[in-house]
Antibody, heavy 118, light 108 residues
Framework: VQLQESGPGLVKPSQTLSLTCAVS?????????WNWVRQPPGKGLEWIGE???????NYNPSLKSRVAISVDKSKNQFSLNLTSVTAADTATYFC????????????WGQGNLVTVSS | DIQMTQSPSSLSASVGDRVTITCRAS??????LNWYQQKPGKAPELLIY???TLHSGVPSRFSGSGSGTDFTLTISNLQREDFATYYC??????????FGQGTKLEIK
């Protein structure tokens, strides 16, 4: 399985951060939850949320009012939108796959650094 | 939220050493505990899930134990490629996954 994030590396404050994760080697309709995790520079990991191919989602309550994760079955990919960004949203954003028989996140993208700055 | 606390935050060791990293959960998570290794500039990689099951391809010098609130990751016979940052993660509450703050393992 390979996951590949794509999206802008620079977003202005108050705008929307949008990232896409292309999945290869697996179907987005397989029984996995597809997740986003972020990591501010020099800091730890924070779970953002997840989506199932049905469109069901779960979000971190701390971000819930600003986050939307969706799936595009036709392109075998899923996406993250984070609105009203501030400098505190500057981070490397990873897309990941939650295992089925394997607990935990068993596949990760390489990460996409997004800087929020004017 | 289930808070995950790792100790120590950093440690120094030598090639060939045996090291132990501890992770404590703020409530019982049974064995829903995972360990990841992250090298600089790279994505985390799953090492251990279910507290003690090695993920495919992970060397047997890595081992995990624990249940309830207290867990350990042990690395025996440290190799140069093991120097990295390690994170624990609880998957007991899948509506809000949480990670420990990380333990940086450095070469002495």
């Amino acid at each position: 399985v390979q996951l590949q994030e794509s999206g802008p590396g620079l977003v202005k404050p108050s705008q929307t951060l949008s990232l896409t994760c292309a999945v290869s080697g697996d179907s987005i309709t397989s029984p996995h939850w597809w997740n986003w995790v972020r990591q501010p520079p020099g800091k730890g990991l924070e779970w953002i949320g997840e989506v199932f191919h049905s469109g069901n989602t779960n979000y971190n309550p701390s971000l819930k009012s600003r986050v939307a994760i969706s799936v595009d079955k036709s392109k075998n990919q899923f996406s993250l939108n984070l609105t009203s960004v501030t400098a505190a949203d500057t981070a490397t954003y990873f897309c990941t796959r939650a295992g089925v028989s394997v607990a935990g996140f068993d596949s990760w993208g390489q990460g996409n650094l997004v800087t929020v700055s004017s | 939220d289930i808070q995950m606390t790792q100790s120590p935050s950093s440690l120094s060791a030598s090639v060939g050493d045996r090291v132990t990293i501890t992770c404590r959960a703020s409530q019982s998570i049974r064995t829903y505990l995972n360990w990841y290794q992250q090298k600089p500039g790279k994505a985390p990689e799953l090492l251990i899930y279910g507290a003690s099951t090695l993920h495919s391809g992970v060397p047997s010098r890595f081992s995990g134990s624990g249940s309830g609130t207290d867990f350990t990751l042990t690395i025996s016979n440290l190799q140069r490629e093991d120097f990295a940052t390690y994170y624990c993660q609880q998957s007991y509450n899948t509506l809000l996954y949480t990670f420990g703050q990380g333990t940086k393992l450095e070469i002495k």
